[in-house]
């Protein structure tokens, strides 16, 4: 008799919702996050308050990689900061998210106060990645990155490790999928940045 492996399920993240009973700061925000941090934490634009936890270490280990292979670029290019998966930006529209990795100019981070690049910085970034482990909600995931385009993001990559393919976000344009792709350019955002995924799938 062959054994069967469990098959994962979607998990849909927990919504807390506050408003108008409370109205939380970004300062606020910032320290409940400070008091929680055994959960992924982020924000809605409407206030609602979105609960994680943490991924599987598998996951993290092909994010690791994927982190790795782009800031070996960000150190040879020069021209911008990359961060991982624990940071935390401010969107113009108010919600505050996590990419999986990201990348913004350096022009533009320096341009931020110092003091409100400690907490969750006001800036949407111009590149991000979303890695979708097996629990993960594909619909979830394609709002997020539909969030980050409408925000002001120039490149978004959604990798579904789950089904081997590659969503491909850009503004104004529809989006592409792609089927088991061995690399991923960055195209003019990320000029010669190429994403080996063997290490990734």
Not at 15 to 33: A, N, R
Not at 41 to 63: D, F, H, Q, W, Y
Not at 192 to 201: A, E, Q, T
């Amino acid at each position: 008799m062959t054994a069967q492996l469990p098959i994962a399920t979607e998990v849909i993240p927990m919504v807390l919702k506050f408003h108008p009973v409370i109205s939380m700061t970004d300062e606020q925000l910032f320290d409940f996050c400070q008091l929680n941090k055994d959960f992924r934490i982020e924000r809605k634009a409407n206030g609602e308050i979105i609960l994680m936890s943490p991924t599987g270490s598998e996951t993290e280990e092909r994010n690791f990689d994927l982190i790795v292979q782009l800031g070996i670029w960000v150190k040879q290019d020069g021209t911008g900061v990359g961060f991982g998966s624990s940071g935390g930006f401010t969107l113009p529209s108010g919600a505050v998210r996590s990419p999986d990795a990201a990348w913004i100019k350096k022009i533009d981070w320096e341009a931020i106060p110092q003091d409100k690049r400690k907490k969750f910085a006001p800036i949407c970034p111009e590149f991000v990645v979303e890695l979708r482990s097996e629990s993960d909600s594909l619909k979830v995931l394609q709002d997020k990155m539909l969030e980050y385009i409408n925000n002001g993001a120039k490149l978004g990559w959604l990798i579904d490790r789950k089904e081997r393919k590659v969503y491909i976000y850009c503004p104004d344009i529809a989006v592409e999928e792609l089927d088991n792709p061995s690399t991923l350019s960055g195209e003019d955002v990320l000029s010669g940045f190429v994403l080996d995924l063997s290490s990734i799938w």
